[in-house]
T-cell receptor, first 113, second 115 residues
Framework: GENVEQHPSTLSVQEGDSAVIKCTYSDSASNYFPWYKQELGKGPQLIIDIRSNVGEKKDQRIAVTLNKTAKHFSLHITETQPEDSAVYFCAATGGTSYGKLTFGQGTILTVHP | GAGVSQSPSNKVTEKGKDVELRCDPISGHTALYWYRQSLGQGLEFLIYFQGNSAPDKSGLPSDRFSAERTGGSVSTLTIQRTQQEDSAVYLC?????????????FGPGTRLTVT
């Protein structure tokens, strides 16, 4: 089955700096890669996603890049704000895990004012 | 519109008791998923339903876990003879269908504590 590795496990930045979180996946047939933000006591919230036919996608301050050859994808947050502080999860699905998300271990992002 | 809702938000039960957790998906979504989030295992898939097809139960950790979806909408996850290792947050998600690349939207979860 699919295996997703996520790094770093914790990330601390100053407000206004950029933050980058990286994930690798194992199943070359995976074709959908969402990112979720989870705040304390809440369920994961979908913030951006990318499909395997696209190399990069941007939505305001957040962007995701995908390298299918290397089987890795990354989340980029620019001009970070304190409200960006949360746990971020990457995930992958497709191929043999059709419909089922396999998640990375999560990154605790702290943005200091 | 209304998102995915789950009830109860918190459940404390004694070891050996049965529990039922409920999920109401987004209206019109035909696919429904259950995941479990625990400190040791992270976010892991349990089971999913797609329309009238047989559910994919490949993630259920033991035969004490079961789920059903009535009328293609509401789903109930049942854990029989609960054990302390069942303590976790149980998350439900729904999507338009289970086709590759369909966005999954999560509910707030049910925090289960087995004492």
């Amino acid at each position: 089955g699919e295996n997703v590795e996520q790094h770093p496990s914790t990330l601390s930045v100053q407000e206004g700096d950029s933050a980058v979180i990286k994930c690798t996946y194992s199943d070359s047939a995976s074709n959908y890669f969402p990112w979720y933000k989870q705040e304390l006591g809440k369920g994961p919230q979908l913030i951006i996603d990318i499909r395997s036919n696209v190399g990069e996608k941007k939505d305001q301050r957040i962007a995701v890049t995908l390298n299918k050859t290397a089987k890795h994808f990354s989340l980029h947050i620019t001009e970070t704000q304190p409200e960006d502080s949360a746990v971020y999860f990457c995930a992958a699905t497709g191929g043999t895990s059709y419909g089922k998300l396999t998640f990375g271990q999560g990154t605790i992002l702290t943005v200091h004012p | 519109g209304a998102g995915v809702s789950q009830s109860p938000s918190n459940k404390v039960t004694e070891k050996g008791k049965d529990v039922e957790l409920r999920c109401d998906p987004i209206s019109g979504h035909t696919a429904l998923y259950w995941y479990r989030q625990s400190l040791g295992q992270g976010l892991e898939f349990l089971i999913y339903f797609q329309g009238n097809s047989a559910p994919d139960k490949s993630g259920l950790p033991s035969d004490r876990f079961s789920a059903e979806r009535t009328g293609g909408s509401v789903s109930t996850l049942t854990i029989q003879r609960t054990q302390q290792e069942d303590s976790a947050v149980y998350l439900c998600a729904s999507s338009l269908d289970s086709g590759g690349g369909r966005e999954q939207y999560f509910g707030p979860g049910t925090r289960l504590t087995v004492t």
